[in-house]
């Protein structure tokens, strides 16, 4: 390990790979910061199944813990960047279609929530597994391990990132004119869906765009591996 943790996190951000993960996670994180934060808002205000929340999450959550044996093989055969970048596209694309629920959206949000759960499943997976790779070649090239301070970077990154959206969605609610417990206004809806559906739909998108570059594939790290063995 590295026993200075500026020089620790300086590494991190030298490290090439760490860098553009940090850009895809503060990215993808701005979006997914909108399940908890909006969903109990889209069941009561927009679908008017305030009820339902619970059901709802657990569309989402379901599918996301039951998928994991699904995702393990398929990373194996498509390889672990191709599969992050496909669950980052399916979650923002169900995302998306969340733009379209209205007091009749009660099957619509049902099934869009599987299929977000579903993508977020797959990302849950791989995206750990790439962190490590990640770690590996920085013990490559600095003969160190900094496993600490790697997921504290990450884990700061994911903070700020909800922290970024609870006051974009303060924000933007506030100038809809959303006033709690009431129906509310066309221009509060559109704002709600916008925060709910579109934001995210933009953010898991451009995440994916940016992650097309990253160039830590299996076959490096194997050989990155293998060289930190026969140390």
Known sequence: GENNPMVAFGDVIRNKHARLLLIVFLVESLGGATIGILTPYIAEYIVGRPEKLAIYILYYLVPSVLSVPLWLPI??????????????IVTGLGFG?????????????????????LGAGSGA???????????????????????????????????TA??????????????????PNVEQTPQAKLALLTLY???PLVCYLSAALVFTRFGLDEKEHTRIRRALDQR
Do not use: H
């Open 75 to 88: 990373s194996r055969l498509i390889g672990k960047k191709r599969l992050w970048i496909f669950s980052m």
């Open 97 to 117: 279609g969340m733009f379209f629920l209205d007091e009749n959206g009660d099957t619509l949000i049902s099934i869009l929530a599987v299929v977000c759960g």
């Open 125 to 159: 997976v791989v995206a750990p597994s790439i962190q490590a790779d990640v770690i590996d070649f920085d013990e490559y090239n600095s003969g160190k391990r900094k496993e600490g301070a790697y997921f504290a970077t990450w884990n700061f990154v994911f903070k």
């Open 162 to 179: 909800t922290g970024l959206t609870l006051m974009l969605t303060g924000f933007v609610l506030g100038l809809s004119g959303f006033v």
């Open 197 to 199: 559906a579109i934001f």
